[in-house]
């Protein structure tokens, strides 16, 4: 599995880009999906967010973040202080996985496999060389795990300003070129869809809120 074919040319732009990922077949997640859902936002954003996958509204509506997870974001954002008009939001993997359980209409998210996750990579880096954000935010562990690699713990990790790792920094990150000019760093925290399955979602949500200050701290 690797996007990489699929890849335009360096200096393609997000629409570019954009446009390239509508067709990828790098993996077998375009079978099953409705459609690609890119990244959004600001070229020029200072931060980037980064979550796991499109869920199912993503799936439908061709944009990340736009189902229940994208409005606990939204408002987490609000109260650390972050404009989304300046955060560019993306995945690391770009289409929906899901399984269908017997008997049921719903589709359920089904977390993508490492090498979905390393076949997905490229267009990631190309959105990183593209945006050159600041900082970076992984949201749950999944994204963090795309960046740093599998042995990364996001309960162990989150809220603190980490080095950024390059892409040849998680040990079975799958290299592809390091992407690190004028990336001060990254912080990682929950997915916002944690706060939504918690008993305890105020608590869990100022966690959320907690760590994005320090991101955005680091903006300042
Ligand atoms: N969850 C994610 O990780 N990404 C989305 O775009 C939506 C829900």
Redesign the pocket.
């Known amino acids: 599995y690797d996007a990489t074919p699929y890849l335009p040319g360096r200096r393609a732009g997000l629409a570019g880009l954009r446009r390239a990922a509508a067709s990828c077949r790098g993996c077998p997640l375009y079978e099953d999906a409705t459609q690609t859902?890119f990244g959004e936002g600001d070229s020029d954003a200072r931060i980037l967010l980064l979550?796991?996958?499109?869920?199912d509204?993503?799936d439908r509506q061709g944009r990340?973040?736009?189902?229940p997870?994208?409005r606990v974001l939204e408002r987490a954002l609000a109260d650390a202080g972050i404009d989304p008009a300046g955060a560019y939001?993306t995945?690391a993997v770009k289409h929906f996985k899901f399984v269908v359980p017997e008997g049921r209409k719903r589709r359920i998210h089904k977390a993508p496999s490492l090498r979905e996750m390393t076949a997905c990579r490229p267009w990631l880096e190309a959105e990183l060389r593209v945006v050159r954000p600041d900082v970076v935010v992984a949201?749950?562990a999944?994204?963090g795990k795309a960046l740093l690699g599998s042995s990364f713990r996001v309960t162990e990790r989150r809220g603190a300003l980490l080095q950024w790792p390059g892409f040849d920094g998680g040990a079975d990150a799958g290299g592809g070129g390091v992407v690190d000019e004028g990336i001060l760093g990254l912080v990682a925290t929950i997915?916002?869809?944690a706060v939504l399955r918690a008993d305890d979602r105020d608590a869990v949500y100022a966690g959320l809120v907690s760590d994005l200050r320090v991101a955005a701290r680091a903006l300042d």
């Open positions: 859902v979550g796991e996958q499109p869920g509204q993503e990340p973040f736009v189902g997870a994208g939001v995945n949201l749950g999944t994204a997915h916002p869809s």
